[in-house]
């Protein structure tokens, strides 16, 4: 299995500037997280997704952020507009949800985002 | 909200010696899983922990979880240089709910 596969795996963009990160998870997961981790703030879950579909975005930061998951093999987190405070890793996972468990989660490399 | 603590923040022990990282929740916990990141990479799955007062062990490293599921540890026998990295605990509230709450984390360094 490939594992978790995001894109790009760095961008640098200037502020203002939208940016959109990809994320496709494993074959067979049914729920997709994204993460973001800075050293101030450590790793933030910002949303997750089971089935498609959205079910916790408590951690999303504001409006400037969005995130779709139109199919079970796809994801983006788009910023609109983007700024140099947004400079983090983001890291997507996937995992299977079972029924009455707490999966493991599988993390793809990141997306390193620099915002100038 | 839910929050998790670890402690040390950061540990730089010679190699061959041992290693422990705690954390702890404000909140019961139905599960706890630890995660291992090496410096540049991402978070990778070591253990999940369910019962009241389990522990389980991986070899040289040995996980519990705490008689009220509040806290856990991690302890290394006789590091290497394998083992450095940054340790994340990982607390579940509810069995169902896939969310994970994300330890601070503890890197730790090794001194050859």
């Known amino acids: 299995d490939a594992g978790v596969i995001q894109s790009p795996r760095h961008e640098v963009t200037e502020m203002g500037q939208e940016v959109t990160l990809r994320c496709k998870p494993i074959s067979g997961h049914n729920s997709l997280f994204w993460y973001r981790q800075t050293m101030m703030r450590g790793l933030e879950l910002l949303i997750y997704f089971n089935n498609n579909v959205p079910i916790d975005d408590s951690g999303m930061p504001e409006d400037r952020f969005s995130a779709k998951m139109p199919n079970a093999s796809f994801s983006t987190l788009k910023i609109q507009p983007s700024e140099p405070r947004d400079s983090a890793v983001y890291f997507c996972?996937?995992?299977?949800?079972?029924?009455?468990?707490?999966?493991?989660?599988?993390f793809g490399p990141g997306t390193r985002l620099t915002v100038l | 909200g839910q929050q998790v603590m670890q402690i040390p923040q950061y540990q730089h022990v010679q190699e061959g010696e041992d290693f422990t990282t705690y954390c702890n929740s404000s909140t019961t916990l139905s599960n706890i899983q630890w995660y291992k990141q090496r410096p540049g990479g991402h978070p990778v799955f070591l253990i999940q922990?369910?019962?009241?007062?389990e522990v389980k062990k991986q070899k040289r490293l040995t996980f519990q979880f705490g008689e009220a599921k509040k806290n856990s540890s991690l302890h290394i026998t006789a590091t290497q240089t394998t083992d450095v990295g940054t340790y994340f605990c990982a607390g579940g509230a509810n069995f169902g709910n896939e969310k994970l709450t994300f330890g601070t984390g503890t890197r730790l360094t090794i001194i050859p």
């Open positions: 996972a996937s995992s299977f949800k079972g029924t009455g468990t707490t999966d493991t989660q599988y």
């Open positions: 922990l369910v019962k009241s007062g």
